[in-house]
């Protein structure tokens, strides 16, 4: 099956001209375009039922209360979450990262206590445990990524010398947004458990590219947004399994996460509604279920053979280049790796490389990609990078290749 063929014509927004050339979208790690179906189920929605939830018993609240919690059911459904209960809508990764990290991590981490990372976290798997540690008294730790001229892939060799008892949470990226790598997720949960760590995936670029089954995975928190999988954004998910999340204090106030409200002290509802203080993003949620329709309509497995093709055809295509110094980041040449592909030219800078391909109608992206740490310690300020997705081509990648041969004759 080749869905890059198959659901073009899915994503209105892909059939124009930038800057008189046909758009080629290849930023789809920022952000990914939405299908008609996810733009029609939000359209519906606002046309039909819009209501607010849980408090009315009329008949539009009642219909926008049902879809609401229908589409906690098939997100669940999306991650194999045993209960719908276990999935808690937030405004996205960075959000769904930080309600752990002022949740649970305030109310069990003491000093001294550890937090793993890995130093190919993104911003928001970072600075929410920076924010966090700091309030404990906690000490960060980072996983190194291999060497700089090897497959930057993680230093499993090293994992033991990390991984050990005093470590109380292992926060990892299921897939880095800016190597390209995909993490041995249930291997790590694995040697986490093993030594009594909690375990948090950040599956903000796996979700909807990877087949992902949090059971399977065995972890204890998941965090995703809607806008990286074809779902609007403003919208995404942390999922927690369920004896935890009921342990863990609420982190915002207000209405629909009480019990009882008194004017001296107040009760809380169970997960999730605990952590789903005020009107929450109904349309949003609901945009994100079709989402999970749509991908799962196509299937996860064939979705992520052909991302991965496109990612090392793109990789090929830049080696092929020769061109003195360039810089590709994640797995070697020939080797496996996710549609994701950051690159360096020497001497020219990433964004006029942007800049250039946006003349030829090439959405690339540029910069630290919100991975400074990381990016500091392989000694470059920034990359390009192009990041393919279910509706991008062989063709794309043949307009991407041949930008780059451009922008090598015009800076080189
Ligand atoms: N984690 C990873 C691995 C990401 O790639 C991103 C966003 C986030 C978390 C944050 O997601 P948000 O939806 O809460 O913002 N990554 C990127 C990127 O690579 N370019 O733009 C956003």
């Known amino acids: 099956m080749r869905p890059g063929l198959d659901t073009r014509p899915d994503f209105p927004v892909l059939d124009q001209q930038v800057n008189g050339k046909p758009l080629i979208y290849l930023d789809n ?239 809380w509802k169970p997960a999730p509604e605990r952590f789903e203080a005020g009107t929450p993003n109904i349309a949003g949620a609901i945009g994100l279920a079709a989402a999970c329709d749509y991908l799962d309509a196509l299937g996860r497995p064939a979705i992520s053979a052909h991302d991965h093709r496109l990612g090392e055809l793109a990789r090929a295509a830049l080696d092929e280049l020769g061109a003195p110094g360039l810089r590709v980041l994640g797995p070697r040449a020939g080797e496996p790796r996710a549609g994701i592909v950051s690159f360096a030219f020497a001497g020219i800078h990433a964004h006029d490389v942007i800049t250039f391909a946006d003349q030829q109608g090439v959405a690339l992206r540029g910069g630290h990609h919100c991975n400074m740490p990381m990016m500091k310690k392989l000694g470059l300020p920034s990359t390009a990078r192009a990041s393919f997705y279910l509706y991008n081509t062989e063709e794309d990648v043949a307009a991407f290749a041949a930008t780059m041969r451009k922008v090598v004759r015009f800076f080189g």
């Open 29 to 267: 790690a920022a952000t990914a375009q939405k299908p008609r179906q996810v733009i029609e189920a939000i359209s519906a929605y606002y046309e039909r039922d819009n209501s607010n939830v849980h408090r009315g018993l009329h008949a539009l609240s009642m219909r926008a209360t049902e879809a609401y919690e229908k589409a906690r059911a098939r997100v669940a459904r999306f991650i194999n979450a045993a209960d719908p209960a276990e999935v808690v809508f937030t405004a996205g990764t960075t959000d769904s990262i930080n309600l752990v990290a002022q949740t649970w991590a305030v109310a069990n981490l003491r000093p001294g206590d550890e937090i793993l990372l890995t130093e190919m976290e993104h911003h928001s798997n970072l600075v929410p445990w920076q924010l966090a540690a700091a309030r404990a008294g906690a000490v960060i730790r980072y996983l190194p990524i291999a060497g700089a001229d090897a497959e930057h892939g993680l230093d499993l060799a090293r994992l033991d010398e990390f991984l050990t008892p005093k470590v109380k949470l292992f926060a990892f990226t299921h897939l880095s947004n800016t190597l390209g790598v995909v993490n041995p997720a249930a291997e790590l949960c694995r040697r986490a458990r093993a030594v009594g760590a909690l375990t948090l995936i950040d599956a903000a670029q796996s979700v909807g590219h990877e087949t992902l089954d949090v059971r399977a995975l065995g972890c204890d928190f998941l965090a995703f947004s809607g806008h990286k999988m074809c779902g609007p954004t403003g919208v995404g998910a942390l999922y927690g399994r369920r004896e935890l999340l009921d342990t863990m204090p609420p982190w915002r106030g207000g209405g629909g996460m009480i019990e009882n409200v008194e004017f001296v002290g107040s009760t």
